[in-house]
């Protein structure tokens, strides 16, 4: 939609005051081509060539309302935001006009709201000539080119360590941890019961009364490394059964020293009566 407010006279040149200029005397202006308000009230402004500075507000809102007055004749269905910043501009007209209150209400004075919308616009020409500065710079692809076949970037590194030997062994031990394979396995181990142990003790003690060491029943095992420790603790363990049972006497002349053991009198656990009918068996 295009609004066409046509001047009188083509050629006239425009002055610096505003207030002589009558709102006929806009540029032809497109309101599809504007992204907002704020951008066709620059439009407004830069057309007749105001310093943004010096902006006269109440200049520019006469401007903006009759080119939205001149624009609605035209076409109904204007957006709503260019009649809501009309609505604001009449507000704020209103306000500049009348002379000040003594004691004002909540809220800022229209000298306050027309310098926010100048600095807003302001800021909003910034933005567009920062835009249209960068869109004028050359470009890759459109006014210059890159090489069909760059060369590539040799990269070279150089390492330079800062550790001592800890760190080194620390970091070998880690590596190594992570590739090391072990694997372990428990073969089978003999284990002597209290019961084997009983029966040999009924079996060696028993053809004496006297007095012996415990080690002098055992000799013939502590040459077998896998059987040393398994036959002294069963066997230690058989002895106290058998001398809780009554069997056996055990005696010791102080802490560590050697145990002795012997039968008690002439009685013989079943399993010595046993073993000596088995060996005459034998001899027969």
Known sequence: MTATALPDAANETWTSDAETRSTSETLVIALDGFEGPLDLLLGLAKSQKLDLSKLSILDLAQQYLAFIGAAKNLRLEIAADYLVMAAWLAYLKSKLLLPDDPEP????????LAAQLAFRLQRLEAMRDAVASIMGRKQLGVDFFARGMPETIK????SIYHSNVFDLL???AEQRKRTAVTSVQWGGREVWSIKQARERLSMLIGASVNWEEIDQYLEEYFSQAELGKTVTASTFGASLELAREGYLEIRQAEAFAPLYLRWRGAERPAAVEAHNANQAKDNA
């Open 105 to 112: 209400e909540q809220g800022q004075s229209g000298k306050e």
């Open 155 to 158: 990269l070279i590194r150089s």
């Open 170 to 172: 620390k970091a070998y």
